[in-house]
């Protein structure tokens, strides 16, 4: 029997990673996209054919409903946020509203739907949750049963979304997980986040196109993984026997200073302060200091092992705006 997934967020950068590889694996496909005309419409269809797109919101439940109706998944996805850590502080009830309250419309959805104990879900956890070394200090980095502390409107509105999953998994007996994703990056990833931000610049650069790049801090750490990597972890979830959460990271932490060496090298530039500028607008109220994930158990459990690393992601993305700004030359 072909398996039939639901993806929320099938427009962003996990949603596209997870649409090719649940395509690959021969899933039905379905997306949900929001808005009347969304501009990413057409070149979801272009890229992905065999992913039939339905029309509804995280906002709004009876639109979930619908869509459950339509598309009677076997595996739902839960990627749809407002996902942006800095955006969330200048719309803090959206963000509730969308990232917190909109897992609890799914799920509502499904029990409404009749899904509670066929119905596979999967919540996308973060590791903005735990907050940063000055509310936990994990010895080897943070597992599954480290202390939340979230430091933004975002992270606050997730970890909502986290508690909702695991009460309906405990309340119901819904196979409904949640995936505790620390930072994974790579060529589909919005240019709003730093990463991007940086190589598309980097490579602006480099083709004449720019003459340097406006950040906010430099020194806070992240544990940046590749997200074609991740959605595989996610997947691999919700084929297992009993429902948990689970940890994906890569167990590295780096900074954005020394995301930026390694993405100037790539251009052949050691020193990249002169095209660097530091603008308050892209400070926040709160900033996570450091964040560094374990993976054990994910790596025993799941069997999942990450294949990209620190200066393979650089890299890769470096490469990829270097191609694609060429073009638009
Ligand atoms: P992303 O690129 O920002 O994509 C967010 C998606 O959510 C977009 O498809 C967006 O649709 C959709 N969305 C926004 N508002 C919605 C609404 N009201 N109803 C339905 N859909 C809505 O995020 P991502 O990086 O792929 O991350 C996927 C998920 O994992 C997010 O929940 C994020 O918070 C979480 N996460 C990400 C990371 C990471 O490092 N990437 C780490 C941990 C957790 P539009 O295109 O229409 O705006
Ligand atoms: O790239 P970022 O915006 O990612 P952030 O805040 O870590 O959040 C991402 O990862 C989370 C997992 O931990 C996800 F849940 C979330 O959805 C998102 O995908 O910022 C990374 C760091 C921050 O410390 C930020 O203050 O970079 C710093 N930064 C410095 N200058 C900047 C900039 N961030 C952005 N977006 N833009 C800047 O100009």
Redesign the pocket.
């Known amino acids: 029997m072909t398996k039939r997934a639901l993806i929320?967020?099938?427009?962003?950068?996990?949603?596209g990673h997870l649409a090719k590889l649940l395509g690959d694996k021969g899933y039905e496909v379905y997306g949900?996209?929001?808005?009347q005309q969304?501009p990413?419409r057409r070149a979801t269809e272009e890229e992905f054919p065999y992913v039939k797109l339905i029309e509804a919101?995280?906002?709004d439940m009876s639109s979930l409903v619908r869509a459950l109706q339509i598309a009677k998944p076997d595996e739902i996805y839960n990627?749809?946020?407002?996902?942006?850590v800095g955006y969330s502080f200048k719309d803090p009830q959206l963000t509730a509203d969308?990232?917190g309250k909109?897992c609890l419309n799914m799920l509502e959805a499904i029990r409404l739907t009749g899904g509670e104990k066929t119905v596979r879900f999967y919540q996308?956890?973060?590791?903005e949750m735990f907050g940063g070394l000055e509310y936990n200090r994990p010895e080897k980095g943070y597992n599954e049963e480290s202390q939340f502390h979230p430091r933004s409107p975002y992270g606050v509105a997730?970890l909502y979304a986290h508690w909702i999953t695991k009460n309906y998994r405990e309340s119901y007996g819904m196979f409904a997980v949640s995936g505790i994703?620390?930072?994974?990056?790579g060529e589909r990833?919005?240019v709003e986040f730093v990463t991007r931000k940086i190589t598309n610049a980097v490579a602006r650069i480099k083709l004449g196109l720019q003459d340097h790049v406006e950040l906010g801090d430099l020194w806070p750490k992240r544990d940046w993984g590749y997200?074609g990597d991740y959605v595989e972890g996610m997947w691999r979830m919700l084929q297992q026997d009993k429902p948990d959460d689970f940890v994906l990271a890569t167990g590295e932490t780096h900074s954005i200073e020394e995301f930026l060496d390694l993405a100037f090298k790539e251009i052949g530039i050691d020193d990249w302060k002169p095209y660097v500028k530091q603008n308050p607008a892209f400070m926040r109220p709160a900033e996570v200091d450091l964040l560094l994930g374990d993976p054990t158990k994910a790596e025993t459990v799941l069997g999942w092992q990450r294949e990209v690393d620190f200066p393979g992601l650089v890299k890769l993305m470096v490469q990829h705006d270097l191609e694609i700004e060429s073009q638009n030359k």
């Open positions: 929320t967020g099938i427009t962003g950068q996990d949603g949900i996209i929001r808005g969304n990413k919101d995280l906002l990627l749809g946020a407002i996902s942006h969308v990232t909109g996308a956890s973060t590791s997730k994703l620390f930072n994974h990056e990833r919005g997200a």
